[in-house]
Nanobody, 121 residues
Framework: QVQLVDSGGGLVQTGGSLRLSCVAS????????MGWYRQSPGKQRELVAT???????VYVDSVKGRFTIARDNTKNTVYLQMNSLKPEDTAVYSC???????????????WGQGTQVTVSS
């Protein structure tokens, strides 16, 4: 019903930057919330940032001032600009969207396949 493709991860040195993208496709009526989560080995998945359809953003404290989430509603795409990267940002980053789908009541959540971000010291 909804497919997500996230991309943009890679290997970067401390202090570097990366930009993640996630494109949603399918029978989408609207996407109230789009977001990014991350998970590193041995740790629970954590919320990184979310953005509502109206542009309201939420960030985990550890990325405030360094990461910026944005979305293009015309393209059903969410971005995560990551600056001043640190080794502790190393993780698999996955996008998550809450969608309203044609012909289906309620809101459904979908996940991207994940993209690896590795920050070397």
């Amino acid at each position: 019903q909804v497919q997500l493709v996230d991309s943009g991860g890679g290997l970067v040195q401390t202090g570097g930057s990366l930009r993640l993208s996630c494109v949603a496709s399918g029978s989408i009526v609207s996407i109230p919330v789009m977001g990014w989560y991350r998970q590193s080995p041995g740790k629970q998945r954590e919320l990184v940032a979310t953005i509502s359809s109206g542009g309201t953003t939420v960030y985990v404290d550890s990325v405030k001032g360094r990461f910026t989430i944005a979305r293009d509603n015309t393209k059903n795409t969410v971005y995560l600009q990551m600056n001043s990267l640190k080794p502790e940002d190393t993780a698999v980053y996955s996008c998550n969207v809450l969608t309203i789908i044609a012909g289906v009541a309620g809101v459904r959540a979908y996940w991207g396949q994940g993209t690896q971000v590795t920050v070397s010291s």
